[in-house]
């Protein structure tokens, strides 16, 4: 096969001669330009395979330089890039740049890079597809040193850059530049998200206790989203159960701590994914519950949270696609692999040693009702366990109160009147009053009219 000839347009010497090293080294021809000016002579002159640039170079931008060389020859263009380049590396690919390598430059991404353009055998980078990544809101990502995974930005459509290396440092300041050039979310592979978990939860499992509420509500909200993503991305191990667990854990304590209930839902509704954000809500105000109802030796606790958490587990299974439609819209067939979501679950966690029995009947009778009207058995009351009966309330609850593709989202009040008004006969009343007080509300008895009829409990 013919030796591939690449152009490297560099202005740092050492820069250079490490990038020919590493290129010489892996069996490319190299060719050396000290600026764009030079560069885009040999390029008009000499027959190159690929061109690697800077994109922020003190000369031409690589913008335009990229531009400039298109029009001349359609040759593949690699830029290398920084944390302060993410603009111009938006528009880069805008402008048909065909790689991208992050600096500081490491050998096999750049051998990947160049043999993804060229079309040269065992290309891995650029291959990456949406459902190979889990996302990060960069508002609450998790900095440290020494991070043990690499971490893309998103440009269009399906391309991912890698912006930091594992083994790097990632500071607060560098994660804020991300923030100050409008970066939403920060992505990793899912085979580096456990890693990613394990940090989270390591940083946060001391400090919750000393968080005020504001700060506990933001961080609840986070962690339940990065372990709400590996449960649905990753097989349900012991390892990601135990993760779960941690975090289950640290939640009934910061719950004991009064949080302000009404925060969460604010918090939540802004959350992109309904999925993730419902089920961390339905574990969060499912713990309330029973804390108003004095269920509150730590195993109940404990069992409500993680039931709540894994309740929609069984959706795992399930077509996204099926998941973003409003239930009107599906079809007979779509609907029946909906509804099928609380045996799903059962399968999955009795697959897992030491899930407790109470949380399974959790999940599998979580749509029954106590009119025995409900999914999939249609049990009566007495049949359904007491703990799916009082998540049952919470899910409802949050059904209504969050934004998804069959809610707009309610405030509490509307959201338990409208459960009051259409859910008393199938919702446990001694649950569903219990969520009325919890956000200081009174419900009317069953003798007076429901709608419109709350008062303001006295504090």
Known sequence: MKVKTILVVEPDAKARQHLESLLTNAQFKVVLATDEIIGQKIFET???????????????????????????????????????????????YEAGVDGFVAKPVHKEELIEVISACLGLANVTEGSFKDQDFCRINVHDFVVGTQIK????????????????HRGEDLSTERVDTYKARDVQYLYMLKSDFKKYVGHVMER??????????????????????????????????????????AFVENMVASVTEDMDAFKLIAVLNNHADFIYAHSVAVSFYGTLLAKQVKWTSSPNLFKVAMGGLLHDIGKKEIDRAILLKPRVELTAEEARQLDSHPLRGRDILCQLPGIPTDIIQIVLQ??????????????????????????????????????????????????IERMLVLHRGSLDPVFLTALAEVFHLEAPDSRTQWRGLFIKKAS
């Open 46 to 92: 000499d027959v190159v395979d690929a061109v690697i640039a800077e994109i922020n170079a003190s000369g031409i931008k690589g913008v335009e330089f990229t531009r400039i060389l298109k029009k001349i020859r359609q040759v593949p263009v690699i830029m290398m890039t920084q944390i302060s380049d993410l603009n111009e590396t938006l528009q880069a």
């Open 366 to 415: 979580h749509h029954e009702d106590c009119a025995g009207q409900g999914r999939p058995f249609g049990l009566k009351k007495e049949r359904i366990h007491p703990l799916a009966r009082l998540l049952s309330v919470a899910d409802t609850f949050c059904h209504l109160a969050l934004k998804s593709p069959d809610s707009a989202g309610m405030s509490p009040k509307e959201a």
């Open 204 to 245: 946060h499992a001391a400090r919750f206790a000393a968080l005020d509420s504001a700060a506990r509500t933001s961080l609840v909200k986070h962690t339940g989203e990065v372990i709400m993503q590996q449960l649905f991305v990753d097989d349900l191990s012991e390892e990601t159960y135990a993760g779960a667990k």
């Open 149 to 164: 995974y690499d971490v893309y930005i998103k440009l269009t459509g399906q391309k991912y850059v890698k912006i930091a």
